[in-house]
């Protein structure tokens, strides 16, 4: 990682001189998340070199056409990219994606998954092909996680209540709120593409570039605007709930640099 550190510190003067921001090279910020992630994983995760088992990795999709790996995160805009992997993939031909339903894209056996591979060619796909994860602030995702899932009368919100009560681990630990770095193992992989939901319109862009993929037109982001609730949800929990909260998806805030100064105007890690 000092290769990159020292491209990064070359640019940044370069951007000085020249008068430009990471905005106008957007491949900066790419260098700084992956930087921030190698130095998390170094600090907090004691056992990130291990060997990797492929077994685990359920929720990364391939697409052979692009040799293209995505690891889906539920609340980051999953269903959006499932219907960009099947555009890519051939298994739908259209142009509008909000012609394929939700249901579809989240069926199973629609997409390949990693896991479906031998673990020798999944181990081979891993090491080849361009890799890519998007991920959000944890509490942002959460939060429209809990809005999806309990606010309303919705049937999922009594079905989600009863197992959490019933202490039933699977649901407990729902991927709808399983933290990103149980999800996508980013300290065992060396992910290509880091991309971030704030940023999403130009991370989309530029990683479809980079893979060569058709143009495709990502459907108007209708994210309910949870960024903007953020605080006033968090505000009716004490601050011992969210110091809770917090360390259940600390890895998270530390692997990918989020913190909590827009929550509670401060960060506590």
């Given at each position: 990682?000092?290769?990159?550190?020292?491209?990064?510190?070359l640019?940044?003067?370069?951007?000085?001189?020249?008068?430009?921001?990471?905005?106008?090279?957007?491949?900066?910020?790419?260098?700084?998340?992956?930087?921030?992630?190698?130095?998390?994983?170094?600090?907090?995760?004691?056992?990130?070199?291990?060997?990797?088992?492929?077994?685990?990795?359920?929720?990364?999709?391939?697409?052979?056409?692009?040799?293209?790996?995505?690891?889906?995160?539920?609340?980051?805009?999953?269903?959006?990219?499932?219907?960009?992997l099947?555009?890519?993939?051939?298994?739908?031909?259209?142009?509008?994606?909000?012609?394929?339903?939700?249901?579809?894209?989240?069926?199973?056996?629609?997409?390949?998954?990693?896991?479906?591979?031998?673990?020798?060619?999944?181990?081979?796909?891993?090491?080849?092909?361009?890799?890519?994860?998007?991920v959000?602030?944890?509490?942002?995702?959460?939060?429209?996680?809990?809005?999806?899932?309990?606010?309303?009368?919705?049937?999922?919100?009594k079905?989600?209540?009863?197992?959490?009560?019933?202490?039933?681990?699977d649901?407990?630990?729902?991927?709808?709120?399983?933290?990103?770095?149980?999800?996508?193992?980013?300290?065992?992989?060396?992910?290509?593409?880091?991309?971030?939901?704030?940023?999403?319109?130009?991370?989309?862009?530029?990683?479809?570039?980079?893979?060569?993929?058709?143009?495709?037109?990502?459907?108007?982001?209708?994210?309910?605007?949870?960024?903007?609730?953020?605080?006033?949800?968090?505000?009716?929990?004490?601050?011992?709930?969210i110091?809770?909260?917090?360390?259940?998806?600390?890895?998270?805030?530390?692997?990918?640099?989020?913190?909590?100064?827009?929550?509670?105007?401060?960060?506590?890690?």
């Open positions: 990682m000092q290769f990159w550190k020292a491209i990064l510190e640019m940044v003067a370069v951007s000085v001189i020249e008068g430009v921001y990471s905005s106008d090279y957007p491949w900066l910020d790419q260098i700084t998340r992956q930087d921030v992630l190698t130095a998390g994983c170094n600090n907090y995760v004691m056992d990130h070199k291990l060997n990797l088992n492929v077994t685990q990795l359920n929720h990364i999709l391939v697409d052979h056409n692009h040799k293209f790996l995505y690891c889906y995160v539920p609340k980051v805009a999953c269903t959006n990219w499932k219907r960009v099947m555009v890519l993939t051939n298994v739908s031909n259209t142009t509008d994606l909000t012609s394929i339903s939700a249901s579809l894209a989240h069926e199973d056996g629609v997409l390949t998954k990693l896991t479906q591979l031998p673990p020798e060619e999944a181990i081979t796909l891993l090491n080849e092909y361009t890799s890519f994860v998007m959000r602030h944890p509490f942002e995702r959460l939060l429209s996680a809990y809005r999806n899932k309990f606010v309303g009368d919705k049937p999922s919100a079905y989600f209540q009863a197992r959490i009560e019933e202490g039933v681990a649901e407990s630990a729902n991927e709808h709120w399983r933290p990103i770095s149980q999800l996508c193992q980013p300290c065992l992989l060396n992910y290509t593409f880091i991309g971030k939901y704030e940023k999403f319109d130009d991370d989309a862009k530029l990683i479809l570039k980079m893979i060569d993929a058709p143009f495709i037109q990502f459907p108007q982001n209708k994210s309910g605007r949870t960024a903007d609730h953020l605080r006033l949800y968090f505000a009716s929990l004490p601050l011992e709930k110091k809770q909260l917090y360390d259940l998806y600390e890895l998270d805030f530390k692997l990918f640099g989020y913190d909590l100064e827009n929550v509670i105007g401060y960060d506590i890690g």
